[in-house]
């Protein structure tokens, strides 16, 4: 990588460098040479997807850097999740306007702070002079055959997801200083900003679902939209119920009609959406005894598109939230 | 990846998606999933490297689409060459100012051009807009053990290079329509253009070395900067003989102090920069008969930095060349 490892990746971000990400010695060369190299466990697939994050596009212009160092990897991370990865390491391709110590300082703790959580190690970069643009790799590893892909899905599967769902956009709402519920409380305004900064990826519950659940994928762009890729690349219909759609707490401040709307449509909620043949139904309760918020939403038929509460949902049901795609 | 396989990368860069990539089926899942899949070859590990070019500071202003598309992919494989590995996929993350379908179709045939020489395939991608940024992460293997490091130069070894030196810097001249010698050629002229837009990773001699070089790396900073990276990484003092440089007869049209100037300092040559056990150096002519333009430039020996012609050089010999280091 024409990463120069006396210069800022290496100052700032050794922070990033974890020993034994993803549990074992997976990083056999990390930052320093022209490539790092990753040992894979014997009978594993890599893992391997790519994000960038542009400022007014992904994120607004009025962030903390460290909050945007968190969410930059954790979004990435979501969708290793979404195959079922254990996550190993990641580069970081960082373009920056001018540098600012202060910035570099702040945005590399959030980003070291979320690879901790999430046991995923810095193995290399590049920084360059520019707008303001983050590319974040990330590489994990998946059983062969057992990853977690968009075209499994069954007739007779039920359908569920791994938390709840809209605050997202609550969140960036929030954020954006848009006017709030009088019943939202300090601590609810903390959560939501959290889950917009501060995403957790569905990690462990992927794994979990590794060679259990059929199909699934991580909820970026809404529910409905994203459940029409799972829909499409499946070939089945989904049938979703909106009365068994989880919310948080939070979210339960804002009327039911915009409650509705956010968990339908709104985008950056990065829970797990996945369809679960119904001999291993009874998992369910396990995951959330075991503290994952999973819920069954409907279930998997024959046919083709998304259906709410029995109605067909016209084509693209997405949210046109804070990321304007460029395919637009 | 939060690519849209319905999007933009679908739609222009199929041209880029390789079967057997490698030499064998490596990509168990390509583009249109939350994530690439690669199936590693038994026994190797996993070599990653990311770069990302932006208009300006990695290219000029002037460029031409095709052009830029070769050489971001080409740039990126040279850092699988440095480590002796053997390429098999690539992401890509394209931030682009403006939906330009003319700038689309030539920017992937140019990359698509690249990724057929190079025989590494598009697995993934994701596309946002913003200001021109073009992000790539490329994967390869090499077997376990027998990546090409740093570190691995010993007093005693050869020194040697994978082909001539400074045509990076004479073709930026060209690029850049600086005042040219009366005795290059348009012949030579079109080759040294060529060897700044579309350089050749040299992926076959990389792969050639592996487990007979002692160590290793590719040449993008200029021969003296990089040399020092090998010479610190090694613990060694890297010894250089300025009568043995290789150098084109494009090049050789320069004055002699121009001409020896970028052999040492000039950026974007890559080609490779290694080490080699006294009895292998026998290998040289064989390779050389393979129509590897590889040549034995100086020694490694005990001691520290890099001397040229019995002169030590000072600290950083590199040249300012385009790329200006958001580190500098």
């Known amino acids: 990588m024409s990463l120069d490892e006396f210069g800022l ?6 922070r990033a460098v974890l020993q034994q990400a993803g549990g074992h010695d997976a990083v056999a060369l990390g930052i320093g040479d022209d490539a790092a190299l990753l040992e894979p466990s014997p009978g594993c697939q890599w893992v391997i997807s790519t994000d960038s994050l542009v400022q007014g596009v992904h994120f607004p212009e009025q962030y903390s850097p460290d909050d945007l160092g968190y969410r930059a990897l954790a979004v990435a991370v979501s969708d290793l999740a979404a195959m079922a ?3 190993l390491g990641f580069t970081l391709a960082l373009t920056l306007p001018v540098i600012d110590e202060s910035w570099l300082s702040a945005f590399s703790e959030g980003l070291a702070r979320c690879a ?23 590489h994990g590893e998946v059983t062969r055959g057992r990853a977690l892909r968009r075209s499994g899905a069954r007739p007779g ?6 938390g709840p769902l809209g605050d997202g956009a609550a969140g960036l709402a929030v954020v954006l200083g848009q006017p709030l519920p009088d019943a939202l409380q300090s ?3 903390d959560y939501l900003h959290a889950r917009f900064w501060r995403p957790r990826a569905q990690c462990e519950l992927g794994l979990a679902l590794s060679g259990i659940a059929s199909g699934g994928m991580d909820i970026s762009d809404g529910l409905l939209q994203d459940a029409g890729h799972l829909a499409a690349a499946s070939g089945v219909a989904l049938h979703i119920r909106s009365a068994e759609l989880p919310s948080s707490p939070a979210l339960r401040c804002w009327p039911p009609a915009q409650q509705l709307d956010w968990m339908l449509r709104g985008g950056d ?17 396990d995951w959330q005894q075991r503290g994952w918020p999973v819920s069954l939403i409907g279930q998997v038929e024959q046919g083709s598109g998304v259906w709410l509460d ?13 990321k304007e795609s460029a395919d637009g």
Do not use: M, W
Request: glycine content about 16%; some cysteine.
């Open 9 to 14: 990746i290496g100052r700032y971000f050794q």
């Open 269 to 285: 909620d990065y829970v797990l959406l996945f369809s679960l043949p119904p001999e291993h139904g009874v998992l369910l309760q």
């Open 310 to 322: 029995g109605q067909a949902v016209a084509g693209d049901g997405g949210y046109q939230h804070f």
């Open 116 to 138: 901790v959580d999430h046991r995923i190690s810095l193995i290399g970069g590049d920084t360059t002079r520019g707008p303001l643009n983050i590319g974040i790799s990330v």
């Open 157 to 162: 599967d039920l359908l569920c997801v791994g």
């Open 187 to 189: 601590a609810g305004k």
């Open 85 to 87: 990865a254990r996550p």
